[in-house]
């Protein structure tokens, strides 16, 4: 019988290892574009509880210290390479809370 590998991620937090299952991802939404190809609208970053949403990914753990340690050294806005405004940290803080 084959043993099924577990796909495994770094949290941006903390540094450490952890099945994808158990981390919460932050997703950047791909840009919208024109005909032209133009960008039109800029993408959003968002948390993913579902890990299912298209765009570029960074991983968190569930606590909120995590989160606090990623946005202090700013390692998910360096993952997703844009600039992320106070009030979606504030907003992904909330809904951490909230599990």
Do not use: H, W
Not at 31 to 40: A, F, H, I, L, R
Not at 41 to 54: F, I, M, Q, R
Not at 83 to 90: A, M, N, R, S, T
């Amino acid at each position: 019988m084959k043993v099924k590998k577990v796909p495994m991620r770094k949290c941006s937090g903390c540094g450490e290892m952890f099945p994808k299952k158990e981390l919460v991802r932050v997703v950047r939404t791909p840009d919208k574009k024109d005909e032209q190809g133009n960008v039109v609208e800029k993408g959003t970053v968002v948390l993913d509880l579902t890990s299912k949403k298209a765009g570029r990914g960074a991983y968190v753990c569930k606590k909120a210290e995590c989160l606090k340690k990623a946005r202090k050294a700013r390692r998910i806005e360096r993952s997703l390479s844009t600039k992320i405004p106070d009030e979606v940290y504030d907003a992904m803080e909330r809904e951490l809370a909230d599990e």
